[in-house]
């Protein structure tokens, strides 16, 4: 099993506060440039991805769209979908689809 990299782990890489590390990867003030990229530069060479559960605890919101279809085989529904999909995901949200079955 692969060990998933925390903030911790980077924190403790570089040596300093995993509050540190945390201000830094959420793009907050309180770090200074170089830190900043030195601990971007870990998170990546570490494979560091970030627990959007957890970030959705602190800041109260879950980057989630839920969407109820009546019919998912509907090729409507599956074009609709894609086109949702394709304009939420690079904008960091989650999709999440509910088949009712026409009831």
């Known amino acids: ?9 980077i924190a403790n890489e570089l040596n300093i506060s995993p509050s540190s590390v945390s201000r830094a990867l959420s793009d907050e ?3 200074s440039p170089s830190l900043r990229k030195e601990i971007v530069d ?4 570490l494979n560091y991805i970030p627990n959007s559960s957890a970030k959705s ?3 109260r919101k879950t980057q989630t769209v ?3 279809v009546s019919d998912i ?4 529904f599956l074009d609709f979908m894609s086109g949702i999909e ?15 079955g026409e009831d």
Do not use: H, W
Not at 3 to 8: A, G, L, M, V, Y
Not at 86 to 100: A, E, M, N, Q, S
């Open 29 to 31: 003030p309180g770090v």
């Open 73 to 76: 085989r509907n090729p409507f």
């Open 42 to 45: 870990a998170a990546e060479r």
């Open 1 to 9: 099993m692969i060990k998933k990299i925390t903030i911790k782990d």
């Open 66 to 68: 839920g969407l109820i």
């Open 57 to 59: 605890l602190k800041t």
């Open 86 to 100: 394709t304009v939420l995901f690079p904008r960091g949200y989650k999709f999440i689809v509910c088949d009712i």
